[in-house]
């Protein structure tokens, strides 16, 4: 009974780790009539003075420590407002979660176009300011292409979250906020209180998915600045898949994506140790 989902697991998991292991200590390229040869760790040596490497790296922890926190904390107060119990609130819990049900292919075109010089966010900036204030070519500037896509990735990925906080608050017993409104406490105090402790495993599953989800950033980047200006929106993954596909070098990439395992499993078992459960 079992045995179909084992063989997917093998085919789509087991199989390419271990390709991806041995790939990493030989010279294999996508497309070649020489065969791969052992080269030991020579493609270790190579990705630790690989600069590129490093600045990926560093756009790949920028890129998490801003989403992380934005996108799990807006998503927490979507949540907050989406809980109320009035009429109409339907409506914004559908409106809020429609982003994300949109291919993250069609958001990024859409708001490449939103980006461009003369697309609708300057626009909205020129008439705001009465024409003082021209935004910048977002997508072709080092200093603003990273932050333009944090921005579209938390509009298209908040309303997930929110859902997740959503059911976590309404797992939580009402008589605890019936007793803090008994002893006089304020909104902030109950939250602080009570909603907050009662969230305590929906919070973990939250920072751990949308880190996750964060280092994993490759969709917005490849379809919006392929990396670009100046390597200013590279990451790992990103150079893993350019490097492995378009400079057709497997053994770099699989090096590069056991960099990418190493860390990704470093940083959620940090995050568990951190969000445990304290006697």
Do not use: C
Not at 53 to 77: D, E, H
Not at 85 to 92: E, L
Request: no cysteine.
């Amino acid at each position: 009974m079992v045995s179909p989902a084992v063989f997917l697991l093998m085919l789509f998991f087991v199989i390419p780790v271990v390709l991806t292991f041995a790939l990493a200590f030989t010279n294999a390229r996508l497309v070649s009539p020489v065969p791969a040869q052992f080269t030991g760790l020579q493609n270790f040596r190579t990705l630790l003075d690989d600069p590129e490497f490093y600045k990926s790296l560093r756009n790949t922890f920028y890129f998490a420590a801003v989403i992380v926190p934005l996108q799990g904390g807006l998503a927490l107060v979507l949540a907050l407002l989406v809980n109320a119990k009035i009429k109409g609130v339907n409506f914004f819990r559908t409106i809020y979660f429609i982003p994300v049900v949109t291919s993250m292919v069609v958001v990024s075109i859409m708001w490449t176009f939103l980006y461009q010089r003369t697309g609708l966010i300057n626009h909205l900036i020129s008439q705001l300011t009465f024409g003082h204030v021209h935004g910048p070519d977002w997508l072709n500037n080092p200093s603003t292409a990273m932050p333009a896509i944090i921005l579209m990735s938390v509009w298209q990925g908040v309303g997930f979250h929110m859902i997740i906080w959503l059911a976590g608050l309404q797992t939580i017993p009402k008589d605890l906020y019936e007793a803090a409104d008994i002893d006089g406490a304020t909104r902030w105090v109950r939250f602080w209180y009570v909603t907050w402790p009662g969230l305590r495993a929906t919070r973990t599953f939250v920072l751990i998915t949308i880190t996750i989800a964060a280092f994993g950033l490759f969709t917005q980047v490849n379809v919006m600045t392929q990396g670009g200006p100046l390597d200013s929106t590279s990451t790992v993954i990103y150079q893993a898949l350019r490097t492995g596909y378009a400079q057709q070098q497997i053994g770099y990439a699989s090096v590069i994506s056991l960099a990418f395992f190493v860390l990704v499993l470093a940083v959620s078992l940090v995050q568990r140790f951190l969000t445990r459960e304290k006697d």
